[in-house]
């Protein structure tokens, strides 16, 4: 794939760094069990966000720009929404006894989901741009499917 320099003018439009910090909020008792993930730019690809995040933590994660939008380099207007989604966590049942006996010691998997309280999430283009749309948001988010399922989504204005 060639490399796409742009001219030197212009090179300050354009984003290769892009993180998103996202808080729980800390009164949201102990946050989620669940893997939560992030897409943006419309190509829907997830990438995960975190797992298990406790409340109160703040957790901050690189984008991977060319696997989320498909190329190196992208601009501000690239960044219209973002959707976050909660994939359910597994547990192991009991063990299986027959007549005293433990015949299957991981009997059942059962994919399990809690809410949790999503507090801010902040969008930072090459270190310098932060979007600010999302600062405040105190929402609480969860779902009872057993598969990955949109939880939240943001339109950047």
Same mark, same amino acid.
């Given at each position: 794939? #060639?490399?796409?320099? #742009? #001219?030197?003018?212009?090179?300050? +439009?354009?984003?290769? @760094? ?8 800390? @009164? ?17 690809? *997830? ?5 298990? $995040? +406790? ?10 720009? @060319?696997?989320?939008?498909? +190329? ?15 994939? $359910? ?6 063990? =299986?006894?027959? +007549?005293?006996? !433990?015949? @299957? $010691?991981? /009997?059942?998997?059962?994919? *399990?989901? =809690?809410?949790?309280?999503?507090? /801010?999430?902040?969008?930072? !283009? ?5 979007? %600010? %749309? ?10 009872? /499917? ?6 939240? /989504?943001?339109?950047?204005?």
């Amino acid at each position: 794939m #060639p490399s796409i320099t #742009p #001219p030197q003018d212009t090179i300050s +439009r354009f984003i290769d @760094n892009l993180t998103v910090t996202v808080s729980i909020k800390s @009164n949201s008792l102990i946050g989620t069990e669940d893997g939560i993930y992030i897409s943006m730019g419309g190509l829907d690809i *997830k990438q995960l966000l975190c797992e298990s $995040p +406790r409340a109160g933590q703040s957790i901050t994660v690189n984008i991977d720009i @060319n696997k989320m939008f498909d +190329r190196p380099l992208i601009s501000l207007a690239d960044i219209t929404s973002i959707q976050l989604y909660q994939s $359910p966590y597994s547990e192991f049942t009991k063990p =299986d006894v027959v +007549r005293g006996l !433990a015949f @299957n $010691p991981y /009997s059942t998997v059962i994919l *399990k989901s =809690d809410t949790w309280q999503l507090g /801010s999430l902040l969008v930072t !283009a090459n270190g310098i741009y932060t979007n %600010t %749309t999302f600062a405040s948001i105190n929402q609480w988010l969860g779902h009872e /499917s057993k598969h990955i399922y949109q939880v939240w /989504s943001g339109t950047i204005f």
